[in-house]
């Protein structure tokens, strides 16, 4: 590997109040929706930044106690409640790379050790959990594939399921007689179809598939004895809708549910209804749906775009929301309306930010919706320079929630375009599997047509437009710098895919088998395919400076392929690059590492922008094409 210049951190960004209304957007206190033991409602476990890591807690709402729990270097991400709530499950990887194991410590403090959860479970990537009252049913993932375990009682794990192909734990029935599964043995993990098993002896009571191309995912059972009905997620019309499907006699039932976009659901604790999320244009509410009826109510919640939800045993709907105006809260909803802040973090609250637009642009593939935050402008300035921020996933989608990332960037003087390109989640099934095939240069199509809108209207400067983002959205920024070279001022790729060749020799399998389904084979299978969606192909057509900041740890975009596409930046001489390599995964979770990776990104934007040195070298600007500045 080849010595790569190091991005610089600068000591600050803005005049005294910007600075510091920017850091507090990091450094205030951020908690998950506590979730709680089903026979012990009061005991909850949630997530929290009031150390600075990312750390999970305890909540006894009996007494109103919270303590942490955790305290791990890279921080810990989730945790689970058996029923009864005499433990938390924690899973435990080294420095986030993603591979370990189930630990539990008691509920209570100082009444136990960590110790392991499921002797015998062999270390893997998670691929479910579910944690009953009798049984325990876990998922684990290797370069062998997907095994599922269950453990019955206080007897020995056994493996009841194996194959190479992805697959994963769904739901425990409400008796734990039988198990859910979602699973690919047909090759296409994007498309999974969904398995029961019996508990007892792990043989198969059901199968359903809706053939190529239609996944199908198990939710969860209705938590009623002797309720074997599933909760399943379907797309038979082209979009997530939902049926309830009942394994043990066959009967099926589509839900005829009126709402524009995409569903999502769970059942009540009373099965007699579900709380449904409602995905449309970037926006997230949430209904309830009467199963006896078919009646369909929006719930009252409070304005902006809703995350989690869950339904207490009294039917208070715990959620979450938060808008790009106004950060996230963690509410409680009460039957009788009644809305309320439920966890109201130690510390200052974050400042807002600007709200953001609706942009929809008539792309190659149909029309595009962008989001759209702009920093205050006065009356003939001229258009002010832009970051084009991309979305990982690829399945996933920018929606209007809060981002101290996004509200950063707006407080530097940059238009922040947010594009929710073909493979985006929330518009259907047609775009988010238009890019299968031909993954990369279809996301950027759109990206494209997007930016020539935004010059078009003036909204943006051609000759100063910023391609950013993490993960996939990492993997099409490098992409873009070196198949749009005269559309990019610089590029900014956070933990990307870089050298798709050995980025599949070396991450998770899970994402081997997405991959397979996505390019419709395996590199040794379709070799031109990878090669044409690599951004390490064109490492000679980049014209732009390129700052990339990857993580040592990474199962997912592994470092050796990105230090693959440094080497070859190195190896031109005459490209200005930087780079950032801290020691954790796929992200951080390290509030001061997230801050200095945001600035370390807004100074080197402006850096390129301004024509001052990168790495050694003065970045030149960009020459832009002339359809790119009047489109």
Request: with cysteine; net charge negative.
């Given at each position: ?610 024509g001052d040195e990168i790495g050694g070298r003065v970045a030149q600007p960009t020459p832009v094409a002339a359809n790119v500045i009047s489109p």
């Open positions: 590997m080849t010595d790569h210049p190091e991005a610089p951190v600068p000591n600050r960004l803005f005049d005294d109040e910007r600075e510091q209304r920017w850091r507090a957007r990091f450094t205030a206190v951020r908690t998950s929706r506590p979730r709680w033991a089903r026979d012990a409602p009061d005991r909850c476990a949630y997530t929290s930044t009031a150390s600075g890591t990312t750390e999970v807690y305890a909540w006894d709402r009996a007494t109103d106690e919270h303590r942490r729990v955790t305290d791990r270097r890279s921080g810990t991400g989730h945790a689970e409640l058996p029923p009864d709530g005499e433990w938390i499950w924690w899973f435990a990887d080294s420095d986030g790379d993603e591979f370990g194991h189930w630990v539990r410590e008691p509920f209570a403090a100082g009444t136990g050790a960590v110790e392991p959860a499921l002797p015998g479970v062999e270390d893997g990537y998670g691929a479910g959990l579910e944690i009953g009252r009798r049984v325990v049913a876990v998922g684990t993932s290797t370069d062998e594939g997907t095994r599922i375990w269950l453990r019955r009682g206080d007897g020995p794990a056994e493996v009841v399921y194996s194959h190479p192909e992805d697959a994963g734990v769904g739901a425990l029935s409400e008796d734990e007689d039988l198990l859910a599964i979602g699973h690919s043995e047909h090759g296409d993990s994007r498309h999974p179809d969904v398995r029961v098993l019996r508990v007892s002896d792990g043989a198969t009571v059901a199968e359903k598939s809706d053939g190529p191309g239609k996944g199908l995912s198990p939710l969860s059972f209705a938590p009623v004895a002797g309720d074997n009905r599933l909760l399943v997620a379907h797309e038979r019309r082209g979009r997530d809708e939902l049926l309830i499907w009942d394994p043990t006699t066959g009967a099926e039932t589509e839900l005829a549910i009126d709402l524009p976009g995409e569903l999502h659901g769970e059942f009540t604790p009373d099965g007699a209804a579900l709380l449904v999320w409602h995905t449309h244009a970037a926006r997230t509410r949430l209904h309830r749906y009467d199963l006896a009826t078919g009646g369909l109510t929006e719930l009252p919640v409070a304005p902006g775009c809703v995350g989690g939800a869950e339904v207490r045993p009294d039917g208070t709907v715990e959620y979450t929301c938060s808008s790009a105006a106004h950060p996230a809260s963690v509410r409680a909803l009460a039957p009788d309306g009644t809305d309320r802040v439920l966890l109201v973090p130690p510390g200052p609250r974050a400042p807002g930010s600007v709200p953001v637009r609706d942009l929809w642009v008539d792309g190659p593939g149909g029309r595009v919706h962008a989001l759209v935050a702009e920093p205050v402008r006065e009356a003939g300035d001229p258009p002010p320079p832009a970051l084009f921020s991309l979305h990982g996933g690829p399945h996933a989608a920018d929606e209007d929630r809060f981002s101290a990332v996004r509200a950063t960037w707006v407080d530097a003087g940059f238009v922040v375009v947010e594009v929710n390109y073909r493979g985006s989640t929330g518009y259907g099934s047609a775009w988010r599997d238009a890019i299968e095939g031909r993954p990369g240069s279809t996301e950027l199509a759109d990206v494209a047509a997007v930016l020539d809108r935004c010059v078009a209207d003036g909204l943006v400067d051609p000759r100063r437009c910023v391609v950013e983002g993490w993960s996939w959205g990492g993997y099409l920024a490098l992409l873009a710098v070196g198949t749009q070279p005269e559309r990019w001022a610089a590029g900014i790729a956070g933990v990307p895919v870089a050298d798709y060749l050995t980025a599949y020799a070396d991450e998770m399998e899970q994402l081997r088998a997405f991959d397979r389904a996505l390019f419709g084979g395996s590199p040794q299978e379709r070799p031109e395919a990878y090669r044409a969606a690599s951004p390490l192909t064109y490492v000679d057509r980049v014209r732009a400076p390129v700052l990339v900041l990857a993580g040592e740890n990474d199962p997912r975009c592994p470092i050796r392929q990105v230090d693959n596409y440094l080497d070859a930046l190195a190896a031109r001489g005459d490209l200005p690059f930087e780079v950032t390599r801290f020691d954790a995964g796929h992200g951080s979770m390290v509030v001061d590492q997230t801050i200095a990776h945001t600035a370390t990104e807004v100074g080197f934007a402006r850096r390129a922008i301004d």
